[in-house]
């Protein structure tokens, strides 16, 4: 998937249809002078309906469907004939999709399984015809009932990845690389910040035929909860990670500092990020020998004394072996 066709935030104006209004007709037939009132009711608008579709990640088939409109209800009649209704119309969305009203920013629902189906807005019922209302009293009604309008709705499809460990870190801290190595995505790598500009998601392939989903989330900066850098706009995938991969370079100044830095900007765009379960990753560490290793070990194990940590080089494949198997426990265990 290319970071083009990513797309995880649309807005879209929907329309249910109107119902249709029923008939004020009167039976008229050959040797049968005063048939009475006959009229049909009229046919209920379209719903306008939201479907879940596991085989969606993105929300790139909306992007250029700004109106979705479902049919109008037909009308009554004659012979207590009732309309149509209104054709429906279905929205296909990716698991993780939040729905907003773009007026009031209220949260309406969000479709997180598979046929998932839910109404966004409901078709117009249609109107009564006159033969509802024929009495002893009044026996040829020449009324009948429109049709109830259409719903009508700004709405805004927010995409939250659901993947089951996301990769959190700076900008240049290898989590594109690693999610290279680790599944047959194919990120845009360089040796420039930001270089990743949506998450990317790929699949880990372990042993026994199974897997797990790992997300590369664009990088975080320090600020980001405020809206500095691109992390602010991509916070909510992480949302939705059960398990979440704290990815720094071994070159790093002070390792604990841009830990702490990660973990502050989580904990101010969401506090229940902390609830989930956390890993360290030592990146680069190829150009390390094993005096250095020993020596930085004994520094982490003062600073993360809960948290586990590992070092690895995606580059010369070192240690990610024994980082799916870790991964792998943690996800086996939460579950």
Not at 19 to 39: A, M, N, Q, V, Y
Not at 156 to 166: N, T
Not at 221 to 231: D, N, Q
Request: a negative charge; aromatic letters at 8%; hydrophobic letters at 35%.
């Amino acid at each position: 998937m290319t970071e083009g066709n990513f797309v995880d935030y649309v807005k879209i104006y929907v329309s249910s249809g109107k119902g249709g209004k029923g008939s004020t007709h009167l039976h008229r037939e050959k040797f049968i002078e005063k048939g009475g009132p006959d009229g049909g009711d009229g046919g209920r608008g379209g719903h306008v309906y939201l479907v879940g579709n596991k085989s969606l990640w993105t929300l790139f088939h909306l992007k250029f469907a700004r109106h979705v409109k479902a049919g109008h209800g037909g009308d009554g009649g004659g012979d207590r004939s009732t309309g149509a209704d209104g054709e429906d119309k279905f929205i296909e969305v990716p698991l993780g999709t939040v729905v907003r009203d773009k007026e009031s920013n209220e949260i309406l629902f969000e479709i997180t399984e598979h046929g998932e189906k839910k109404i966004v807005a409901q078709g117009g019922k249609g109107g009564l015809g006159n033969w509802h209302f024929r009495s002893s009293t009044n026996q040829t009604p020449r009324y009948s009932q429109p049709g109830l309008p259409s719903e009508e709705i700004d709405m805004i499809l927010e995409l939250k990845v659901l993947a089951d460990v996301g990769l959190v870190g700076f900008p240049n801290a290898g989590k594109s690389t690693l999610l290279s190595v680790l599944t047959s995505a194919k990120p845009k790598i360089a040796d420039y910040p930001f270089t990743t500009l949506k998450p990317n998601l790929g699949i880990v392939a372990y042993r026994d035929f199974k897997s797990f989903v790992i997300a590369d989330i664009p990088g975080i900066i320090e600020g980001a909860a405020e809206g500095k850098g691109l992390g602010h706009y991509f916070l909510r995938h992480i949302e939705r990670n059960s398990t979440l991969l704290f990815l720094v370079p071994v070159d790093t100044p002070d390792i604990k500092a841009e830990y702490d830095i990660l973990v502050n900007e989580l904990k101010k765009y969401n506090p229940e990020m902390l609830d989930k379960e956390r890993m360290l990753v030592i990146s680069k560490c190829d150009m390390l020998d094993d005096e250095l290793k020993s020596e930085l070990k004994i520094q982490l194990d003062k600073d993360f004394k809960n948290i586990p940590y590992l070092f690895i080089s995606s580059v010369a494949q070192q240690g990610l072996t024994e980082l799916k198997d870790k991964l792998w426990s943690m996800l086996n265990t939460e579950n």
